[in-house]
């Protein structure tokens, strides 16, 4: 992976300039980003003997200190990075995710709107501020943040499936269906099967049989084909069992289980 491929090119330079601090930066991350924690804090302690004042270096720092369960302590440098360079935007990101890890809610809302404040237009800070207002249960703030991060960046799948599923809690179908819809055009793999289902659901719920029961047999070959795919192949099947069983939709009444093709198991053996 790239980290892996990072060290040995990291290392080289620094037989070449011992001193210069942006390759042990390069190497904390990329020895923790290959699960050798200890290196990675070595390489990060020796960077700051040679200059304690490296924003970014302070910053792997608490990355790597992260990675051995030592939060205080990183939530203490990435605060030190900050200090270090007050417009530093990856420090805060990352000590706002430190602190919704380590359920500190209410100061990564505050963290957040630190970034908003420097950055007003940032997309990524509006998102994260949704998830942090969601987790606290503030679903109407969060949904405010999840609609101005799709203003500023129309064609981010996380946010719009973020939007989709708090519209979709609201009952606002067809708002769901809009979100959804976009999720899947823009997705390059993360969210394609969570937003495909919960389309078809959408569909189902604003009246449309054929178009919801076309989007969830989609998605129920598609969650097969998944390892992680069982809690949206269940969700799937109660779609299904839905729209077989509904007066409204005739068409389809009794049609769930649909028989599926079976799992091509000698292509699977020799891959």
């Given at each position: 992976?790239?980290?892996?491929?990072?060290?040995?090119?990291?290392?080289?330079?620094?037989?070449?300039?011992?001193?210069?601090?942006?390759?042990?930066?390069?190497?904390?991350?990329?020895?923790?980003?290959?699960?050798?924690?200890?290196?990675?804090?070595?390489?990060?302690?020796?960077?700051?003997?040679?200059?304690?004042?490296?924003?970014?270096?302070?910053?792997?720092?608490?990355?790597?200190?992260?990675?051995?369960?030592?939060?205080?302590?990183?939530?203490?440098?990435?605060?030190?990075?900050?200090?270090?360079?007050?417009?530093?935007?990856?420090?805060?990101?990352?000590?706002?995710?430190?602190?919704?890890?380590?359920?500190?809610?209410?100061?990564?809302?505050?963290?957040?709107?630190?970034i908003?404040?420097?950055?007003?237009r940032?997309?990524?800070?509006?998102?994260?501020?949704?998830?942090?207002?969601?987790?606290?249960?503030?679903?109407?703030r969060?949904?405010?943040?999840?609609?101005?991060?799709?203003?500023?960046?129309?064609?981010?799948?996380?946010?719009?499936?973020?939007?989709?599923?708090?519209?979709?809690?609201?009952?606002?179908?067809?708002?769901?269906?809009?979100?959804?819809?976009?999720?899947?055009?823009?997705?390059?793999?993360?969210?394609?099967?969570?937003?495909?289902?919960?389309?078809?659901?959408?569909?189902?719920?604003?009246?449309?049989c054929?178009?919801?029961?076309?989007?969830?047999?989609?998605?129920?070959?598609?969650?097969?084909?998944?390892?992680?795919?069982?809690?949206?192949?269940?969700?799937?099947?109660?779609g299904?069992?839905?729209?077989?069983?509904?007066?409204?939709?005739?068409?389809?009444?009794?049609?769930?289980?649909?028989?599926?093709?079976?799992?091509e198991?000698?292509?699977?053996?020799?891959?």
């Amino acid at each position: 992976n790239q980290h892996s491929a990072a060290i040995p090119i990291a290392l080289s330079g620094l037989e070449l300039n011992p001193r210069f601090t942006m390759l042990y930066t390069a190497l904390a991350r990329a020895y923790v980003g290959t699960s050798k924690w200890g290196d990675g804090l070595d390489m990060a302690e020796r960077g700051l003997s040679i200059d304690p004042n490296d924003a970014s270096l302070v910053r792997a720092y608490a990355y790597a200190l992260q990675s051995v369960a030592e939060y205080e302590q990183a939530a203490s440098y990435l605060e030190q990075a900050i200090e270090l360079r007050p417009t530093f935007l990856p420090a805060y990101f990352e000590l706002a995710g430190l602190y919704l890890s380590q359920n500190q809610d209410q100061s990564a809302i505050d963290m957040y709107n630190r970034i908003l404040a420097i950055d007003p237009r940032n997309a990524r800070a509006m998102l994260r501020q949704c998830l942090a207002y969601r987790k606290v249960g503030e679903f109407a703030r969060a949904l405010g943040f999840c609609e101005d991060s799709i203003s500023n960046d129309a064609t981010d799948p996380e946010a719009l499936f973020q939007l989709g599923l708090l519209y979709y809690r609201e009952r606002r179908f067809q708002e769901s269906l809009d979100a959804f819809e976009q999720c899947v055009e823009y997705d390059v793999g993360t969210y394609d099967l969570s937003c495909m289902y919960r389309l078809g659901l959408s569909y189902y719920y604003t009246g449309d049989c054929d178009t919801g029961w076309d989007y969830l047999q989609d998605s129920l070959l598609m969650a097969q084909a998944r390892e992680d795919g069982q809690v949206a192949l269940d969700n799937i099947r109660l779609g299904l069992s839905a729209i077989s069983t509904d007066p409204n939709c005739p068409d389809y009444s009794g049609r769930f289980p649909t028989p599926l093709p079976p799992r091509e198991e000698t292509e699977e053996a020799g891959a």
